[in-house]
């Protein structure tokens, strides 16, 4: 398995749809958890932490399932603004470096 | 969370010739990184620069093509040297702290 692999895209989806990306990884002993959204050209930039079994932060909730080793990031009722590439980010462990997934891509239409 | 200036934000080089990059992060940090995002492609790692001693490479990557300084705990260079058309790239730093990693705004390269 690829240490972090995300669901392949693009995903092309109408205004106040719900979406909703999955990410597993290979590091069992992974304790954090990532989500990053990276516009185009521009640097990605973190949307939600996930330490526990999950975290919701207004129409965004990741989920994380241990077993089975896969994060996943929903999205509720979705903006235009929303039309970005996520990155689901694993740390190695502690403070060592992330390892990104290649990235879903977004696109909402109007 | 920390702030990272990140410069150039781009350039166009001849092949053959350096570019260094630098950031400059307004607060002190123990770990910094540098990473590459290919076009079409997520980030991959090249080197975590330590602060005081040579940085560590990761898989594939030499310091001799990307040599790194580190002088102190707010500041770092990455050198991309000889480049090639293959070097054509974004680069970012990045930081660890408190509230998680943080990114410079990356340096966009081509190379001609």
């Known amino acids: 398995r690829k240490e972090v692999e995300q669901d392949p895209g693009p995903f092309n989806v109408p205004e106040g749809a719900t979406v909703a990306f999955n990410c597993t990884y290979s590091n069992s002993a992974s304790q954090s958890f990532f989500w990053y959204r990276q516009d185009c050209r521009k640097e990605p930039k973190l949307l939600m932490s996930v330490y526990s079994s999950g975290n919701e932060d207004g129409r965004f909730t990741a989920q994380l399932n241990r077993a089975s080793q896969y994060i996943s990031l929903l999205i509720r009722d979705s903006k235009l603004s929303d039309s970005a590439t996520y990155l689901c980010v694993v740390p190695n462990s502690g403070n060592t470096p992330l390892v990104f997934g290649k990235g879903t891509r977004l696109s909402v239409i109007a | 969370s920390a702030v990272i200036s990140q410069k150039p934000s781009r350039d166009i080089c001849q092949r053959g010739t350096s570019l260094t990059i630098q950031c400059q992060v307004d607060?002190?940090?123990?770990?910094m990184f540098w990473y590459r995002q290919q076009p079409g492609q997520s980030l991959t790692l090249i080197a975590t620069a330590n602060q005081g001693s040579e940085a560590t490479y990761e898989s594939g990557f030499v310091i001799d093509k990307f040599p790194i300084s580190r002088p102190n705990l707010t500041f770092s260079t990455l050198t991309v040297s000889n480049m090639s058309p293959e070097d054509s790239s974004i680069y970012l730093c990045?930081?660890?702290?408190?509230?998680?990693?943080?990114f410079g705004s990356g340096t966009r390269l081509t190379v001609v």
């Open positions: 990045s930081v660890v702290g408190p509230y998680g990693y943080t």
């Open positions: 607060s002190q940090v123990t770990m």
